[in-house]
């Protein structure tokens, strides 16, 4: 009797979980469906058919030393109830993905052409003065993934840095050169080199992110405070090789972000709207494996980004929209 109103809650609570949408409360402990806290940093989403994978940097009992430990990829179709799926990358023995690295913010894209995910990552020593990127594949979206080689990409210096697909099936690489800016890179066909430059913007930007909608790029990033967080800003353009804007605050310059540090921008696009997710992380530089997730809405009206509060707000993937309850102060 005992099992059978067990099985029946399991059964309930699985058709909620199917059917409702889900409040988001940006910085509270995540938890994925096993229980266990998220650990997936510094995050790269990519969407495959009706599922979501959420790949990031584990900081598993991690106080202030970050070296690699694992790049975990989670699965959900709600974004909000999450699956461990495995490690998309392990430490190995040595090498780019040995003991005492810095392995950073993991981002997935999917080649139609040779039906590979290729993934890109900061490679670097812990106190960064290599400054490379390194990629890996698998023919797997959740992984394992085969880890290729790293390389600074046309001899410039890479750390942080995130991959952008255009709707035309191009791929770029957009990395921090601490020399002399933002670099946008034109992937080669195969996405797994960098086939030539496609703009050099004049800023330091870190936790780089890139949107494209409609006529307009985003490109949106924050300053060079390391685990600090800082006022992101963005600035547009009508194509990725330019001319890009000055770059403005995406939320106002006292709430640092609302205390966090872009990672990635995830567009919804559901049933009835499509809206723009801003993931980002609320680091704790002492305490890494207590950094938090800041999932917030980000409103995209022409040419401007701006960022909701952090505050509770019910996410419907299925739906494609993102609202909250009462009109947030
Ligand atoms: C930040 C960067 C993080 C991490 C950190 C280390 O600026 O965005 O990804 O590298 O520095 O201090």
Not at 212 to 222: E, I, R
Request: charged share 20%.
């Amino acid at each position: 009797m005992k099992n059978l109103f067990f099985i029946l809650a399991l059964t309930i609570t699985a058709a909620i979980a199917k059917a409702t949408p889900y409040l988001v409360v940006p910085g509270a402990i995540w938890r994925d469906t096993a229980g266990n806290i998220i650990q997936a940093h510094g995050a790269g989403l990519i969407h495959v058919g009706k599922t979501y994978y959420w790949f990031g940097e584990d900081h598993t009992g991690q106080k202030s030393d970050q070296s690699f430990l694992n790049i975990p990829c989670y699965a959900s179709q709600d974004l909000v109830h999450w699956t461990l799926r495995g490690n998309a990358l392990t430490r190995q023995s040595s090498g780019d993905l040995g003991p005492d690295r810095a392995v950073e913010r993991p981002k997935v894209i999917y080649n139609r052409r040779t039906h590979m995910y290729v993934m890109y990552l900061h490679i670097d020593s812990k106190d960064y003065h290599e400054a490379k990127v390194g990629v890996a594949t698998s023919r797997k979206v959740e992984g394992p993934y085969t880890y290729r080689q790293s390389f600074q990409p046309l001899g410039h210096q890479s750390r942080d840095m995130t991959v952008f697909q255009d709707t035309d099936g191009r791929a770029y690489l957009i990395h921090e050169d601490r020399m002399s800016g933002v670099r946008i890179d034109l992937l080669s066909a195969d996405y797994l080199s960098v086939a030539g430059p496609i703009a050099l913007i004049p800023q330091a930007l870190e936790g780089n992110c890139v949107l494209h909608v409609k006529d307009t790029y985003f490109m949106l990033g924050s300053h060079l405070t390391g685990w600090a967080m800082n006022p992101d800003v963005y600035a547009t353009a009508p194509a990725l090789s330019g001319p890009w804007s000055e770059f403005a605050n995406v939320a106002p310059p006292s709430t640092n972000t609302y205390n966090s540090q872009s990672a990635f921008i995830l567009p919804v696009q559901g049933a009835k709207a499509t809206s723009y997710l801003y993931i980002g992380d609320r680091w704790k530089g002492d305490n890494l494996q207590d950094s938090r997730y800041i999932w917030m809405p980000l409103a995209v009206n022409d040419k401007t980004l701006s960022l909701a509060p952090d505050v509770p707000f019910t996410l419907d993937a299925a739906a494609g929209t993102m609202t909250f309850d009462s009109k947030p102060q």
